[in-house]
């Protein structure tokens, strides 16, 4: 068994506002499905939800990851969760800063996950999952963004009076 620490930090400025942003990050549960290997989740109660992630095989080892999440915000600039049950730990923190319009989102997330794997196989397998996470975490980012974005832009269109 090997012990696998992850820990990716990502950014991207988005043509949004501050308050549109929060609420969209808040709904912790519809991030999570956004993530390209999330399978499932289910709602367990008011900040708490399960989660499948699609299984995984190499070398003729399979692994699919499950946890249950727990999450809060501060009800401004700051979502963060936590996952206290399941085969992977992880704790992230999504930070709203800048200005309505070019608003800036910062991701921090730590994922511990425990394998079947002999010793030999944690330096290519801890790399692999490297470039899962950076991956996962870009393809989330840019959803997120062209998501935001649209909703800014449809706002936008519906702001504009028609002429008399």
Same mark, same amino acid.
């Given at each position: 068994?090997?012990?696998?620490?992850?820990?990716?930090?990502k950014?991207?400025?988005?043509?949004?506002?501050?308050?549109?942003?929060?609420?969209?990050?808040?709904q $912790?549960?519809?991030?999570?499905l956004?993530?390209p !290997?999330v399978?499932?989740?289910q +709602?367990?109660? %008011?900040d708490?939800? @399960?989660?499948?992630?699609?299984?995984?095989?190499?070398?003729g080892?399979?692994?699919?990851?499950?946890? $249950?999440?727990?999450?809060?915000?501060?009800?401004? !600039?700051?979502?963060?969760?936590? +996952?206290?049950? %399941?085969?992977m730990? @992880?704790?992230?923190?999504?930070?709203?800063s800048?200005?309505?319009?070019a608003?800036?989102?910062?991701?921090e997330?730590?994922?511990e996950v425990?394998?079947?794997?002999?010793?030999?196989?944690?330096?290519?397998?801890?790399?692999?999952a490297?470039?899962?996470?950076s991956?996962?975490?870009?393809?989330?980012?840019?959803t997120?963004?062209?998501?935001?974005?649209?909703q800014?832009s449809?706002?936008?269109?519906?702001?504009?009076e028609a002429?008399?």
């Amino acid at each position: 068994m090997i012990r696998i620490h992850v820990e990716t930090k990502k950014h991207a400025i988005v043509n949004t506002t501050r308050r549109a942003a929060f609420e969209f990050l808040r709904q $912790v549960e519809a991030m999570a499905l956004l993530m390209p !290997d999330v399978e499932r989740t289910q +709602t367990l109660s %008011g900040d708490r939800f @399960s989660c499948v992630l699609k299984r995984q095989s190499s070398l003729g080892i399979s692994f699919q990851g499950n946890y $249950v999440c727990e999450y809060k915000d501060n009800g401004k !600039d700051e979502v963060s969760w936590t +996952t206290p049950e %399941g085969n992977m730990k @992880s704790i992230g923190t999504w930070q709203i800063s800048g200005r309505d319009g070019a608003v800036n989102l910062a991701l921090e997330i730590a994922t511990e996950v425990d394998l079947p794997l002999p010793r030999f196989l944690r330096f290519p397998t801890l790399r692999y999952a490297e470039l899962q996470a950076s991956r996962g975490v870009d393809l989330q980012l840019a959803t997120i963004r062209a998501r935001l974005e649209a909703q800014q832009s449809a706002c936008s269109v519906n702001d504009i009076e028609a002429p008399e």
